[in-house]
């Protein structure tokens, strides 16, 4: 029944919220720095990379391990304890990224969603058969990464690609709207970011202007 569907649909975004939104980032910084809030610190971002560079590798790590293990958790929970059926699982997923990126416990700020995405993609493809899926995510990946040495960029041309991988190796549209969609929760959080270097940057302003 629809009420069925929407209550189990409900169910399963909300633990995926659950889990994204613990704070991680906003938490080891605390700890490693005797109080300073993450939010104030380099771009602001709650997440693994901005934790690197300012605090340190240590806590990076950590955080890095936590925000990963938010996607897995979502997941696993979803396909092995309440056995919800592949829909809802997807669902899950994308709640613990939106939870990632919009914290309640942080006045709704937080991270871009990659660490959760990446725990999504290592859980979702392997209990589902999807392991050559996967490499081929994690090849370009790694491609993009050793040429450019750029974590951003390569994130962002595996997660462009990863629709096309969905759709040429799957042929399915419920994995591609999928990752269409998981796309568009992280694109959601990077464009701000993107939009404010460029208007940083002198020669942006003086485009803008026509001067």
Same mark, same amino acid.
């Given at each position: 029944?629809?009420?069925?569907?929407?209550?189990?649909?409900?169910?399963?975004?909300?633990?995926?919220?659950?889990?994204?939104?613990?704070?991680?980032?906003?938490?080891?910084?605390?700890?490693?720095?005797?109080?300073?809030?993450?939010?104030?610190?380099?771009?602001?971002?709650?997440?693994?990379?901005?934790?690197?560079?300012?605090?340190?590798?240590?806590?990076?790590?950590?955080?890095?391990?936590?925000?990963?293990?938010?996607?897995?958790?979502?997941?696993?929970?979803?396909?092995?304890?309440?056995?919800?059926?592949?829909?809802?699982?997807?669902?899950?997923?994308?709640?613990?990224?939106?939870?990632?990126?919009?914290?309640?416990?942080?006045?709704?700020?937080?991270?871009?969603?990659?660490?959760?995405?990446?725990?999504?993609?290592?859980? +979702?493809?392997?209990?589902?058969?999807?392991?050559?899926?996967?490499?081929?995510?994690?090849?370009?990946?790694?491609?993009?990464?050793?040429?450019?040495?750029?974590?951003?960029?390569?994130?962002?041309?595996?997660?462009?690609?990863?629709?096309?991988?969905?759709?040429?190796?799957?042929?399915?549209?419920?994995?591609?709207?999928?990752?269409?969609?998981?796309?568009?929760?992280?694109?959601?959080?990077?464009?701000?970011?993107?939009?404010?270097?460029?208007?940083?940057?002198?020669?942006?302003?003086?485009? +803008?202007?026509?001067?």
């Amino acid at each position: 029944m629809l009420v069925n569907e929407f209550v189990t649909g409900l169910i399963a975004l909300l633990i995926g919220y659950f889990f994204g939104s613990f704070p991680s980032a906003y938490l080891f910084t605390k700890w490693a720095t005797g109080g300073k809030d993450i939010r104030k610190l380099g771009g602001g971002n709650v997440g693994g990379l901005n934790t690197w560079k300012e605090v340190g590798v240590l806590p990076a790590i950590a955080v890095a391990i936590v925000d990963i293990g938010k996607g897995v958790a979502a997941v696993l929970i979803t396909y092995y304890v309440l056995s919800f059926d592949k829909e809802y699982v997807l669902l899950s997923s994308l709640g613990a990224i939106m939870g990632h990126n919009w914290m309640p416990w942080l006045k709704f700020t937080g991270g871009k969603g990659m660490g959760a995405a990446i725990g999504a993609l290592v859980s +979702i493809m392997p209990v589902y058969g999807y392991l050559l899926e996967l490499g081929i995510f994690a090849g370009i990946l790694l491609v993009v990464l050793i040429f450019t040495r750029n974590v951003t960029l390569s994130n962002a041309v595996a997660l462009v690609g990863l629709p096309f991988i969905c759709w040429l190796s799957l042929h399915s549209g419920l994995m591609v709207t999928w990752a269409v969609l998981l796309g568009l929760l992280i694109l959601a959080k990077f464009t701000p970011t993107a939009v404010r270097a460029l208007v940083k940057d002198p020669n942006v302003k003086h485009y +803008i202007k026509g001067s």
